[in-house]
């Protein structure tokens, strides 16, 4: 749990959301999200066998996602250090890509087509479809006999 609460850290680009008490857990989010989400984070992590979901936080705090990781038992310090380096490169090819947040802006201006501008509305996965998705992905990891090395549950 330190190596990876360590690890995360020194990559400067995560606050880490969870305390070293109780659950053995650390959960973490974006210092800047303003390219890119937790949830490309967590999609890019399915693509290297980590299932590591992104929930946003209960009413009066929405607007703030996590990517919780429950240490198992058997989560050794080797498996750590691989997550580690498999965020970083997750990291490094979202940065490569263009940003798929789009900003926000008011719905209610009337000026916004006039001027012949786009409307861009935000729209997030709710943590139904997020869990409905890593229940989705456990099972066909199950079923095909790979092992799973991170629970979001």
Excluded: C
Aim: hydrophobic share 40%; net charge negative.
């Amino acid at each position: 749990m330190i190596m990876l609460r360590n690890g995360l850290e020194k990559t400067e680009r995560f606050n880490i959301v969870s305390k070293d008490e109780g659950v053995p857990l650390v959960a973490f989010s974006l210092k800047d999200s303003s390219s890119h989400t937790e949830f490309e984070i967590s999609d890019m992590l399915h693509r290297y066998g980590w299932i590591v979901p992104a929930y946003t936080m209960p009413p009066n705090a929405q607007h703030i996602t996590v990517l919780p990781v429950v240490i198992r038992e058997d989560f050794s310090r080797t498996l750590a250090e691989r997550l580690v380096i498999d965020i970083e490169k997750v990291m490094r090819v979202l940065d490569e890509l263009p940003s798929r947040v789009i900003h926000k802006i008011s719905l209610g201006e009337e000026n916004s087509e006039a001027d012949g501008d786009n409307l861009m509305v935000t729209v997030k996965k709710s943590d139904m479809q997020s869990r409905e998705r890593s229940s989705i992905y456990g099972r066909s990891l199950f079923q095909t006999g790979r092992r799973l090395m991170v629970s979001g549950n």
